[in-house]
């Protein structure tokens, strides 16, 4: 049974950090993409971050020089570190993991991040 557990998300106040990290298990093939996208109350869900196997990232241009993706193949997790925030970052964020073979997108369940004063 594949799962994508995702934690570390919460409330912060604008300009401060929060740090979201995603385990996968239970898939069986090699993991090419892992990353981020969030949805907003009222919008689609949108690209924040997209990590290749081999390291290379995909930021949206909203956060670039604020957030910074890593992973670890080995382990099969993603990290999302999350600085500056600003109230327009709310979101529930979710973890994406793409299986190489069948070729599918897990997701995970989501995890709410609200930058609130």
């Known amino acids: 049974q594949v799962q994508l557990v995702e934690s570390g998300g919460g409330l912060v106040q604008p300009g401060g950090s929060l740090r979201l990290s995603c385990s996968a298990s239970?898939?069986?093939?090699?993991?090419?993409?892992m990353g981020w996208y969030r949805q907003a109350p009222g919008k689609q869900r949108e690209l924040v971050a997209r990590?290749?196997?081999?390291?290379?990232?995909n930021y949206a241009d909203s956060v670039k020089g604020r957030f910074t993706s890593s992973r670890d193949n080995a382990r099969n997790t993603v990290n999302l570190q999350m600085n500056n925030l600003k109230p327009e970052d709310t979101a529930v964020y979710y973890c994406?993991?793409?299986?190489?073979?069948?070729?599918?997108?897990?997701w995970g369940q989501g995890i709410q991040v609200t930058i609130s004063s």
């Open positions: 239970g898939i069986i093939t090699v993991i090419l993409d």
């Open positions: 990590i290749t196997r081999g390291g290379v990232t």
């Open positions: 994406l993991a793409q299986q190489s073979f069948p070729a599918y997108n897990y």
